[in-house]
Protein backbone atom coordinates (compact mmCIF):
# COMPACT_ATOMS: atom_id res chain seq x y z
CA UNK A 1 0.00 0.00 0.00
CA UNK A 2 1.58 3.28 -0.99
CA UNK A 3 -0.13 6.05 1.42
CA UNK A 4 0.56 10.20 0.44
CA UNK A 5 3.48 12.25 2.12
CA UNK A 6 0.35 15.35 2.91
CA UNK A 7 -1.99 12.58 4.47
CA UNK A 8 0.97 11.01 6.55
CA UNK A 9 1.80 14.43 7.77
CA UNK A 10 -2.06 15.53 8.44
CA UNK A 11 -2.61 12.08 10.43
CA UNK A 12 0.90 13.14 12.59
CA UNK A 13 -0.06 16.25 13.35
CA UNK A 14 -3.16 15.18 14.52
CA UNK A 15 -1.71 12.71 16.82
CA UNK A 16 0.52 14.89 18.57
CA UNK A 17 -2.06 18.16 18.45
CA UNK A 18 -4.28 15.29 20.34
CA UNK A 19 -1.86 15.26 22.83
CA UNK A 20 -1.80 19.10 23.67
CA UNK A 21 0.88 20.02 21.05
CA UNK A 22 0.86 23.38 19.52
CA UNK A 23 -0.04 23.06 15.68
CA UNK A 24 3.59 24.88 14.60
CA UNK A 25 5.45 22.56 17.41
CA UNK A 26 3.05 19.37 16.03
CA UNK A 27 4.40 20.57 12.37
CA UNK A 28 7.32 20.75 12.81
CA UNK A 29 7.64 17.33 14.52
CA UNK A 30 5.57 15.81 11.61
CA UNK A 31 7.86 17.03 8.91
CA UNK A 32 10.92 16.20 9.93
CA UNK A 33 9.42 12.31 10.53
CA UNK A 34 8.04 12.96 6.66
CA UNK A 35 11.33 14.93 5.56
CA UNK A 36 13.53 11.14 6.63
CA UNK A 37 10.58 8.70 5.18
CA UNK A 38 10.88 10.96 1.48
CA UNK A 39 14.70 11.01 1.98
CA UNK A 40 15.04 7.07 2.37
CA UNK A 41 15.58 7.17 5.83
CA UNK A 42 13.11 5.51 7.51
CA UNK A 43 15.24 4.71 10.47
CA UNK A 44 14.04 8.33 11.46
CA UNK A 45 11.02 8.52 10.33
CA UNK A 46 7.29 7.24 10.95
CA UNK A 47 8.54 3.98 12.99
CA UNK A 48 9.44 7.09 15.68
CA UNK A 49 6.32 8.56 15.61
CA UNK A 50 4.56 5.83 17.99
CA UNK A 51 7.93 6.47 20.94
CA UNK A 52 7.19 9.70 20.52
CA UNK A 53 3.58 9.69 21.35
CA UNK A 54 4.17 7.16 24.07
CA UNK A 55 6.56 9.48 25.96
CA UNK A 56 3.78 12.22 25.62
CA UNK A 57 1.32 9.98 26.97
CA UNK A 58 4.16 8.98 30.02
CA UNK A 59 4.68 12.71 30.91
CA UNK A 60 8.45 11.98 30.02
CA UNK A 61 8.53 14.92 27.36
CA UNK A 62 6.14 17.65 27.30
CA UNK A 63 4.22 18.60 23.92
CA UNK A 64 4.20 22.35 24.70
CA UNK A 65 8.20 22.84 25.80
CA UNK A 66 10.09 24.89 23.65
CA UNK A 67 13.54 25.45 25.62
CA UNK A 68 14.93 28.25 27.56
CA UNK A 69 18.39 29.21 27.21
CA UNK A 70 21.41 31.08 29.24
CA UNK A 71 24.47 32.82 27.30
CA UNK A 72 26.99 31.74 29.43
CA UNK A 73 29.55 33.30 27.11
CA UNK A 74 28.72 35.72 24.44
CA UNK A 75 28.15 33.06 21.87
CA UNK A 76 27.76 30.25 24.09
CA UNK A 77 24.16 29.40 24.22
CA UNK A 78 23.52 26.53 27.29
CA UNK A 79 19.74 25.25 26.48
CA UNK A 80 17.25 23.23 28.77
CA UNK A 81 15.37 21.83 26.45
CA UNK A 82 12.69 21.05 29.20
CA UNK A 83 11.33 17.48 28.08
CA UNK A 84 10.51 19.12 24.86
CA UNK A 85 9.79 17.71 20.79
CA UNK A 86 13.71 17.61 19.63
CA UNK A 87 13.20 19.86 16.61
CA UNK A 88 11.05 22.03 18.68
CA UNK A 89 14.05 22.38 20.57
CA UNK A 90 16.73 22.68 18.31
CA UNK A 91 15.32 24.73 15.87
CA UNK A 92 14.24 27.14 18.67
CA UNK A 93 17.94 27.23 19.94
CA UNK A 94 19.17 28.03 16.49
CA UNK A 95 16.69 31.08 16.43
CA UNK A 96 18.09 32.47 19.39
CA UNK A 97 21.34 31.71 18.38
CA UNK A 98 20.80 33.66 14.49
CA UNK A 99 20.04 36.81 17.34
CA UNK A 100 23.53 37.76 18.19
CA UNK A 101 25.75 36.16 14.57
CA UNK A 102 25.36 39.91 13.31
CA UNK A 103 27.58 40.75 16.10
CA UNK A 104 30.05 37.82 16.93
CA UNK A 105 29.97 35.84 13.65
CA UNK A 106 29.52 32.51 15.18
CA UNK A 107 27.42 31.00 17.83
CA UNK A 108 27.35 27.47 19.78
CA UNK A 109 24.41 25.73 21.46
CA UNK A 110 24.49 22.84 24.21
CA UNK A 111 21.27 21.68 24.17
CA UNK A 112 20.38 19.11 27.06
CA UNK A 113 17.00 17.62 28.61
CA UNK A 114 15.40 17.43 25.07
CA UNK A 115 13.98 14.34 23.42
CA UNK A 116 14.88 12.52 20.18
CA UNK A 117 16.13 15.21 17.19
CA UNK A 118 16.08 12.74 14.39
CA UNK A 119 17.86 13.84 11.65
CA UNK A 120 20.60 15.84 12.07
CA UNK A 121 21.29 17.05 8.47
CA UNK A 122 17.77 18.67 8.25
CA UNK A 123 18.87 21.49 10.67
CA UNK A 124 22.26 21.51 8.77
CA UNK A 125 20.54 22.15 5.56
CA UNK A 126 18.27 24.78 7.56
CA UNK A 127 21.09 26.95 8.42
CA UNK A 128 23.15 26.35 5.16
CA UNK A 129 19.93 27.76 3.09
CA UNK A 130 19.73 30.60 5.64
CA UNK A 131 23.44 31.22 4.04
CA UNK A 132 24.95 29.97 7.32
CA UNK A 133 27.57 26.93 7.89
CA UNK A 134 25.79 24.49 10.76
CA UNK A 135 26.96 22.04 11.87
CA UNK A 136 25.26 19.60 14.16
CA UNK A 137 26.53 16.80 16.68
CA UNK A 138 24.79 14.68 19.01
CA UNK A 139 25.86 11.52 21.69
CA UNK A 140 23.79 8.80 22.95
CA UNK A 141 24.38 5.91 25.16
CA UNK A 142 26.45 3.51 24.67
CA UNK A 143 25.14 1.45 22.02
CA UNK A 144 28.08 1.12 19.49
CA UNK A 145 31.94 -1.43 20.31
CA UNK A 146 34.71 0.37 18.67
CA UNK A 147 36.10 -1.40 15.45
CA UNK A 148 37.67 -4.63 16.37
CA UNK A 149 36.04 -4.95 19.94
CA UNK A 150 32.84 -6.92 21.32
CA UNK A 151 31.81 -4.48 23.86
CA UNK A 152 29.71 -1.58 23.70
CA UNK A 153 31.19 1.45 24.67
CA UNK A 154 30.29 4.65 22.49
CA UNK A 155 27.67 6.47 21.56
CA UNK A 156 26.75 6.75 17.68
CA UNK A 157 27.99 10.31 17.85
CA UNK A 158 26.46 11.03 14.19
CA UNK A 159 27.29 14.95 12.80
CA UNK A 160 26.06 17.12 10.00
CA UNK A 161 27.79 19.97 8.38
CA UNK A 162 25.27 22.34 6.22
CA UNK A 163 27.65 24.48 3.96
CA UNK A 164 25.88 27.04 1.88
CA UNK A 165 26.12 26.39 -2.22
CA UNK A 166 23.71 28.26 -4.58
CA UNK A 167 20.73 26.45 -4.74
CA UNK A 168 21.86 23.57 -3.22
CA UNK A 169 23.51 23.41 -0.53
CA UNK A 170 26.43 20.90 0.71
CA UNK A 171 25.29 18.28 3.19
CA UNK A 172 27.49 15.76 4.91
CA UNK A 173 25.36 13.63 7.25
CA UNK A 174 26.88 10.56 9.08
CA UNK A 175 27.26 8.77 11.99
CA UNK A 176 30.41 6.56 13.84
CA UNK A 177 28.40 3.08 13.54
CA UNK A 178 28.15 0.91 11.01
CA UNK A 179 24.58 0.92 10.74
CA UNK A 180 21.80 2.84 12.89
CA UNK A 181 19.54 0.83 15.47
CA UNK A 182 16.82 2.59 13.17
CA UNK A 183 17.51 0.83 10.49
CA UNK A 184 17.92 -2.95 12.27
CA UNK A 185 15.11 -1.98 14.25
CA UNK A 186 13.21 -1.43 10.53
CA UNK A 187 14.38 -4.52 8.88
CA UNK A 188 13.17 -6.22 11.82
CA UNK A 189 9.73 -4.59 11.72
CA UNK A 190 9.33 -5.58 8.02
CA UNK A 191 10.56 -8.85 7.99
CA UNK A 192 13.53 -8.00 6.19
CA UNK A 193 16.86 -9.86 6.66
CA UNK A 194 19.91 -7.96 8.43
CA UNK A 195 22.20 -7.56 5.92
CA UNK A 196 25.86 -9.53 7.42
CA UNK A 197 28.00 -6.92 8.72
CA UNK A 198 25.82 -4.82 10.34
CA UNK A 199 25.40 -6.59 13.47
CA UNK A 200 27.91 -8.73 15.85
CA UNK A 201 27.41 -11.03 18.50
CA UNK A 202 29.11 -11.44 21.94
CA UNK A 203 31.95 -13.10 20.25
CA UNK A 204 32.73 -10.49 17.45
CA UNK A 205 30.78 -13.06 14.80
CA UNK A 206 28.63 -11.29 12.12
CA UNK A 207 24.95 -11.76 12.09
CA UNK A 208 22.29 -12.48 9.66
CA UNK A 209 19.00 -13.01 11.08
CA UNK A 210 15.55 -11.40 10.42
CA UNK A 211 14.91 -10.94 14.19
CA UNK A 212 18.33 -9.61 15.61
CA UNK A 213 18.20 -10.94 19.71
CA UNK A 214 18.71 -8.01 21.80
CA UNK A 215 22.56 -8.65 22.36
CA UNK A 216 22.97 -8.43 18.52
CA UNK A 217 21.13 -4.74 18.81
CA UNK A 218 23.59 -3.08 21.35
CA UNK A 219 26.48 -4.13 19.42
CA UNK A 220 26.99 -2.13 16.28
CA UNK A 221 30.77 -1.73 15.23
CA UNK A 222 32.21 1.65 14.61
CA UNK A 223 33.78 2.02 11.33
CA UNK A 224 37.26 1.24 10.87
CA UNK A 225 37.77 4.94 9.43
CA UNK A 226 35.96 6.74 11.91
CA UNK A 227 36.99 5.34 14.62
CA UNK A 228 38.95 8.52 15.62
CA UNK A 229 36.09 10.81 14.87
CA UNK A 230 34.07 8.85 17.48
CA UNK A 231 36.39 8.86 20.05
CA UNK A 232 36.78 12.56 19.41
CA UNK A 233 32.82 13.15 19.62
CA UNK A 234 32.75 11.51 22.81
CA UNK A 235 35.18 13.55 24.45
CA UNK A 236 33.77 16.88 23.32
CA UNK A 237 30.17 15.80 24.06
CA UNK A 238 30.34 14.19 27.40
CA UNK A 239 34.04 13.33 28.57
CA UNK A 240 34.06 9.49 28.52
CA UNK A 241 34.93 8.86 32.12
CA UNK A 242 38.04 7.16 33.69
CA UNK A 243 36.63 4.02 33.93
CA UNK A 244 35.55 3.89 30.35
CA UNK A 245 38.81 4.39 29.08
CA UNK A 246 40.05 1.48 30.95
CA UNK A 247 38.02 -0.69 30.15
CA UNK A 248 38.62 0.45 26.67
CA UNK A 249 42.64 0.01 26.68
CA UNK A 250 41.87 -3.67 28.13
CA UNK A 251 38.69 -5.10 26.14
CA UNK A 252 39.06 -8.04 24.36
CA UNK A 253 39.38 -7.67 20.94
CA UNK A 254 38.67 -9.01 17.39
CA UNK A 255 41.17 -7.57 15.86
CA UNK A 256 43.78 -5.38 16.95
CA UNK A 257 43.37 -1.42 17.03
CA UNK A 258 44.08 0.30 20.17
CA UNK A 259 47.12 -0.05 21.55
CA UNK A 260 47.17 1.04 25.23
CA UNK A 261 49.53 4.21 24.99
CA UNK A 262 47.03 5.43 22.41
CA UNK A 263 44.29 6.40 25.47
CA UNK A 264 45.09 8.14 28.75
CA UNK A 265 42.53 9.43 31.33
CA UNK A 266 44.06 12.65 31.58
Not at 42 to 58: A, C, E, M, N, T
Not at 75 to 80: G, K, P, R, T, V
Not at 109 to 135: K, P, Q, T
Amino acid sequence: MKLQPAGLRELAVTLLERRNAPTESARLQADLLIEAELRGLPSHGLQRLPLILSRLDKGLADARARGSGIWRRQAFLSMDGERGLGPVVVLNAMRIMRSILGETGIAVAAIRNANHIGMLAYYAEAAARDGLIGIVMSTSEALVHPFGGTEAMLGTNPLAIGIPSGDRPFVLDLATSVVSMGKINNHALRDMPIPEGWAVDGEGRRRRTRTPPRPVQSRRSAARKVMGLALRSSFSSRHLPAPILHRMCTARWTTPILPTRAISSS
